[in-house]
Each structure stands twice: as C-alpha cells, then as structure tokens.
C-alpha cells in the first residue's frame, strides 16, 4: 500500500485567507510515515469498493457524547481551516464527505 500526499498552494484559503503566511523559505517540506495502518475499503475499477470484514466496526459508527466533546475542543482549540465551511471554494456545493455527520 502507498501513502501520497501533495502540497500546493494554499496562501489564501489554507493559511486564514492570507493572514498567516506560509515560509516558503522551508522548502522542502517533507513529511514521514512510521507504523501507519490503514483498514479501509479500496475502490474497485469497476466501481464499488472492497471493504475488510473489521471495517464495520469504525466505518459506518459515529462517535460517542465524549468523543463529539473531544473533537469539538480539538476544532476550536487547533482548526485553522475546515473546507466543509468554505463555500467560496465549492461554489457548486461542498463534498460529499461534508454532509457525513
């Protein structure tokens, strides 16, 4: 299984819409992977996806009280940007993973 991440250009909508400006002078950013495991479903040619038999049990649950807690402190407290808020960007409606909870 690989792993690919890309890095463009987000001075305006990844970085505050301009406020916190990205030090190009840094470049090359790189970023690692150690230990990583992913269960997930894989998407087929054919359309549909292959999903592991273990996948159920984290793929269709949403989080409990607590964990809805958790995230809300983590969304307030670090989220500089959340795309499922930017209609600017979509202006022809956000994706699909944005109506998920």
């Known amino acids: ?17 301009g406020k916190v400006p990205i030090d190009w002078s840094r470049a090359p950013f790189v970023v690692s992977y150690r230990g990583y495991y992913a269960n997930a479903c894989v998407s087929r040619n054919g359309g549909g996806s292959s999903c592991p038999s273990t996948s159920g049990r984290w793929m269709h649950r949403q989080p409990s009280s607590a964990e809805w807690g958790t995230i809300r402190w983590a969304e307030r ?25």
């Open 77 to 101: 407290d670090y989220m500089h940007y959340n795309y499922c808020q930017d209609g600017w960007r979509f202006p022809n409606g956000l994706p699909a993973e944005c109506s998920r909870h």
């Open 1 to 17: 299984m690989k792993v690919h991440a890309t890095l463009w250009d987000g001075s305006y909508w990844a970085t505050q819409k």
